[in-house]
């Protein structure tokens, strides 16, 4: 039976979604989640800036500021763009390739339970002793002696995160390369799967150093370790570079995905197909290669000397050039085009100027003697916000337009779409935009206070008016998802009407296995290819219709994070840290710490073994059952009315 046909309780939905390894299923979760810790980081952000409003200010503490500034930036980089992204990744992905779901679907599953229990763990820290409190990037040089669990639950609940986006990354790697349906050949992929092909491949680069310098911490903090504590022949650079080899890669893991989305919008809405496609893929891969060799340029004011610096302001500026590249072949496939404005296409716009300005003011930084009077000033939040912001949250807010109908089988509204569109752009750029003029009048970051009589009062007044206007913005677009819940199903292919690639060709909603027979690709744009030559059907297939393979559910995914959640604890508790001998963090006996440790990581790897033992072959949905689903899904589709075909 399809999903139209069934009828499920409260209950059956829940379990559904706790045990699935739908691709489709999946990216909603990511979506939910990605939201949530979205709010959170926001509202962490409104909460700064209401402090500074004004000078002298005492709306929140010193210590809180330090909270939310660590929390804000950590969730908004790692628990928040990373999942939003990896929810339209999952998404659209396999249906642009011509799959039924990724390579390895129980993967897929864990790698989002152990995002979800990893971001939870580490927001737990509020109600249990304090937040993290030294800066997103944690520098060893503030983390090792910060008294209370913060930087512990820092460290354990990115370590958890952190292995299930590796283990989606390289999921996406598989399922890219191996899966593609017959006639898709690389230099026929869709730029969003290219750019989720380079994104997954630097995940797979840049997480471990992460993973190594999150563990040096742990045994730094929990056993008495000196790796970087320069008292005791330790070295806190070291620290930096290994997280800053991650944490460059980084800012492209994230902003390649968003390039890739804008490529997919603006030929839809420019009627034109993307501009120089052959060097928009030769572009992204640079990227991809150029982005671990510039690591240093965070560190231009750390002593590593004029060479090396020479060294990464040359490579940060080179890697301006295929960036370049991308924003003209966009902006010529806007050129003589048939523009059709929607709210997709207005995210699409606005981000190109949005996004040139953080490049521009990041190029600006690769000049070192530059950077030492620019480094830790607000004109560097003023930059990576205008990248950040200007780049990826424009992309994800105009992607959700574009995909909620593939997704949802709904539609967002237009007209408070261009409302919520102008509220936060407008917003944005108040904000922003004069905080670089705030870092070059000498305003430092990451201060919680300032006095008066500098000239920084009304900028940082304006600041703060237009942080709450992005506020407001993210409610109207909250407001407009839950109105889409009660608006009529969209039922069709191809929402926009001049869809270019194989998703837009699926009429809405998709069949639990996506595509009855596996799609024969015949060129680049193959929606549109099939379109021109009168297809009605959208695609051809490249074999007859048969029996389909698909994955069973299963719940181990959960359990196994849920092991690792409850083993994280047990670290964190424990009796031998320097924190806890030094009585500034809670400690359990020893018993309680390896009875938690031994237990949850022998939950993680029961689970395992139970995995590698017992054979789970899927089932098959036989050529009949195929059959009886689409009559179904059709006799929905044109009445709107479930059940067709009982």
Known sequence: MSSVAQKKGFGAHVWDFLTTVDHKKIAILYLAAGTLFFAIAGFEALLMRIQLMIPNNDFISAGLFNELLTMHGTTMLFLAATPLLFAFMNAIVPLQIGARDVAFPFLNSLGFWLFFLGAIFLHLSFFMGGAPDAGWTSYASLSLYSPGH?????????????????ISGINFIVTIITMRAPGMTFMRMPLFTWTSLVSSTLILFAFPPLTVGLFLMLVDRMFGANFFDHTMGGNTIIWEHLFWIFGHPEVYILVLPAFGLFSEIIPVFARKRLFGYSSMVFATILIGFLGFMVWAHHMFTTGLGATANAIFAVATMAIAVPTGMKVFNWILTIWGGSIKVTVPMLYALGFIPSFVAGGVTGVMQATAPLDYQLHDS??????????????IVTALFGSAHFYWPIMFNRT??????????????????????????????????????????????????????????MGVGVILLVINVLLSIKSAPVNRRDYWGDGRSLEW?????????????????RGYDPYWIEKQEGNKEGMVYAEPLGDIHMPNNSILPLLMSIGTFIAAFGALYSPWGDQAIAGTAESVSPAVSLALLIGGLGLTVLCMITRSVKDDFGYHVHVEEIEAIEKDLAHYRATGKKGGNK
Do not use: C
């Open 150 to 166: 913060g930087i512990d639950f820092y460290v354990l609940g990115l370590q958890i995160s952190g292995a299930g986006t590796l």
């Open 505 to 521: 060709a699926l009429e809405t909603p998709l069949p639990f296995y996506n595509f009855k027979q596996t799609p024969l690709i």
């Open 378 to 391: 607000y004109f560097i939040v003023a930059h990576f916000h205008y990248v950040i912001v200007g780049g």
């Open 412 to 469: 967002l509204n237009e007209k408070l779409g261009v409302l919520t569109f102008w509220v936060f752009f407008i917003g944005f750029h108040l904000t922003f935009f004069l905080q670089h003029f705030l870092g070059l009048m000498g305003m430092p970051r990451r201060v919680f206070t300032y006095m008066d009589g500098q000239g920084w009062d009304l900028y940082n007044m304006i600041s703060s008016v237009g942080a709450l206007m």
